[in-house]
T-cell receptor
């Protein structure tokens, strides 16, 4: 099946620094990628939808300037957490969809655990 | 207000028996439903999906049933195995006119524990 990778899988950073998380679709072209955040013992929360070549659509309550999303190619989307704070510590998961005419499955990455000290 | 609800936070089932995980939704516009399995510290893994034109979809030990009038879906795992112990998320989506689906709305998950 299709594979979506995320890098890094684990990151620890100091408060005030920026962290970039990459999401790649390895064997298919992803027209749309989603970014989710999961808090402990809670469901995934959709942060933003990213379509290749256009601006990301952010969900209500998600700060655009805080969480910068770039979907520069059909196989890569990046999420940059700017000026990270301890409350940004979380598990971030991306997912990708290829061409909907050929399938209906959203493939998830393995997630990135961010710890801000 | 939660649009996708999984009312059982946990479920314990004996190995070899049937596991039934339930999910209710409130938005009648949802027309595509998925089940995901998640181990600790990992991303969710897609299990099985169903679109609203069907009422049943089967894949090996996993079967998903959809009752549109009741806005209810369920995942049946038969027979249950120790490796099935995980958190299961139900998710729902709207398909937009371009043929794709919007982001998924997830339930809070049910922790399935398979006992030997």
């Amino acid at each position: 099946g299709a594979v979506v990778s995320q890098h890094p899988s684990w990151v620890i950073c100091k408060s005030g620094t920026s962290v970039k998380i990459e999401c790649r679709s390895l064997d298919f072209q992803a027209t749309t990628m989603f970014w989710y955040r999961q808090f402990p013992k809670q469901s995934l929360m959709l942060m933003a939808t990213s379509n290749e070549g256009s601006k990301a659509t952010y969900e209500q309550g998600v700060e655009k300037d805080k969480f910068l999303i770039n979907h520069a190619s059909l196989t890569l989307s990046t999420l940059t957490v700017t000026s990270a704070h301890p409350e940004d510590s979380s598990f971030y998961i991306c997912s990708a969809i290829g061409d909907w005419r050929t399938g209906e499955t959203q493939y998830f990455g393995p997630g990135t655990r961010l710890l801000v000290l | 207000d939660q649009q996708v609800k999984q009312n059982s936070p946990s479920l314990s089932v004996q190995e070899g028996r049937i596991s039934i995980l339930n999910c209710d939704y409130t938005n009648s516009m949802f027309d595509y439903f998925l089940w995901y399995k998640k181990y600790p510290a990992e991303g969710p893994t897609f299990l099985i999906s169903i679109s609203s034109i069907k009422d049943k979809n089967e894949d090996g030990r996993f079967t998903v049933f959809l009752n549109k009038s009741a806005k209810h879906l369920s995942l049946h795992i038969v027979p249950s195995q120790p490796g099935d112990s995980a958190v299961y998320f139900c998710a729902a989506s709207l398909t937009y006119s371009g043929g794709g689906a919007d982001g998924l709305t997830f339930g809070k998950g049910t922790h399935l524990i398979i006992q030997p």
